[in-house]
């Protein structure tokens, strides 16, 4: 008999109402999610579950979690949560969903279980960490790539260096990846966590958490599957979801 699917928590973003009838999904606030995050989780042997924003359930929630993945979105972290009093004119917020991933986090990493951040995703869990973020990179990176690539997301828009001897190392195989780009905020300081890849102009691209079963965020969407290694972060964090789950 085959062994039960990891069941693995997916957070989703959240949009508000149209301001005109059909414009928009729907008049009253709605989740949303890209269809290939499910997909992939899928794919890659696990049970994927969407996450609604109830930051005073994550406790309960999490414990019947084996894995959390959080995913990227269209807005920032709020920069008051690291320290910073004075916000970018670029940066947009969305409290509660920035409330609920929080609180899924401090209860995934309570219980042990892999946990997985995406893009933004990456950028709360350096936060949680202790770490700090680039608010804006064109204006720390003046000769940084386009990390807001022009070209589609399931393209690559350039490689990262992958830090030799990390968790993220022995799971893609690989030192360098050609990886895709949505982001205009950074890491500047991952926290506790270590940085395990970089873009070739200096801008964090990965970081981990030493010593946990699986604790890692990437700047990239692996979620679209245009290179061998992010399958095989996806087949990791299954993997590391059945150790914790049995």
Known sequence: MNAPRPLIGVTLDSEPPAQQPGGGYSRFPWYAIRQNYMDMIAASGGLPVALGHE?????????RLDGL???????????????EGEWHATVQTKPRRTAAETALIHAAMARG??????????QLLAVVLGGRL?????????AALA?????????AGHEV???????????VGQGRQAVNSAHHQAVSHPGRAVVCATAPDGVVEAIELPGYPLCIGVQWHPEFGISAGDRLLFKGLIDAARQTGT
């Not at 959080?70 to 972290?77: C, H, L, R």
């Not at 680039?134 to 003046?142: F, R, S």
């Not at 690539?149 to 393209?155: L, V």
């Open 147 to 155: 990390h807001e690539q022009p070209n589609p997301r399931n393209e």
């Open 134 to 142: 680039v608010q804006h990179i064109p204006d720390t990176y003046p």
């Open 113 to 122: 279980i892999p946990v997985l951040g995406i893009c933004g995703g990456m």
């Open 161 to 171: 260096n992958i830090v030799a001897g990390t968790h993220l190392a022995r799971l």
């Open 55 to 63: 930051p005073e359930l994550a406790g309960q929630v999490v414990a």
């Open 69 to 83: 993945v959080v995913t990227g979105g269209a807005f920032d972290v709020p920069p008051d949560l690291y320290g």
